[in-house]
């Protein structure tokens, strides 16, 4: 059993390697000098985390609008069309 899991385990390393020398390969980050590859890969890092905070951050709210902006019936309470600038009446207050 150990067996197995150690193949599939060394397999996975492979893998690993393998897609470590494609983004090299692919980036031709391969012919750089060292410290122009921690460069580069702090870069391409600190790319790929902003596009992925704004993904989180930005996307749904932006969904729920054009959702929205597509299906005005299914908002139609007044309680979804307020803003933050609207005061609530006594009547929404009590919803």
């Excluded at 020398?21 to 902003?50: D, H, Q, R």
């Excluded at 609008?65 to 069309?81: C, D, G, H, Q, R």
Aim: glycine share 2%.
């Amino acid at each position: 059993m150990f067996h197995k899991l150690k193949d599939s385990f060394h397999r996975f390393i492979r893998y690993i390697k393998w897609l470590h020398m494609l983004y090299e390969l692919n980036t031709y980050i391969s012919m750089c000098e060292p410290w122009e590859k921690v460069f580069l890969n702090c870069l391409f890092a600190t790319t790929l985390g902003i596009i992925l905070y704004s993904t989180f951050a930005y996307i749904p709210g932006y969904m729920f609008i054009i959702i929205k902006y597509i299906t005005p019936a299914l908002y139609s309470s007044s309680a979804a069309t307020l803003t933050l600038s609207e005061p609530l009446s006594a009547k929404e207050v009590e919803l």
